[in-house]
């Protein structure tokens, strides 16, 4: 069965950096455009960042743009989510998701498959 597994979350401080990664298995990798998504206690899921099935097309929520950066490595399947400058508002549970169509990837009713999540604390 299809499974994504995030790593690498964990308690930072302001302006540190992290790098999640998000495993697949059980998939065709370069069939799928794939994202990353967050929800803090009381918030709904938001959009982080995408990229396209070829990985020549990426693209950022206005909040994280020019701080996160996503790529992807087809030979382990994986792709990943460097975060910079990180802020105490980055603090969620972070998740990764596979889409198939990519006709609209800022939704996450758009998405296939999801990971369990990875926690990121950012202290201030």
Known sequence: QVQLVESG?????????LRLSCAASGLTFSNYAMGWFRQAPGKEREFVGGISRSGRNTY???SV????????DYAKNTVYLQMNSLKPEDSAIYYCAA???ALNPESPYDYDFWGQ???VTVSS
Not at 9 to 17: I, K, N
Not at 65 to 72: L, Y
């Open 60 to 62: 950022y929520a206005d």
């Open 9 to 17: 979350g964990g308690l930072v401080q302001a302006g540190d950096s």
């Open 99 to 101: 889409d198939r169509s």
């Open 117 to 119: 999540g990875t926690q």
């Open 65 to 72: 743009k020019g701080r996160f950066t996503i790529s992807r």
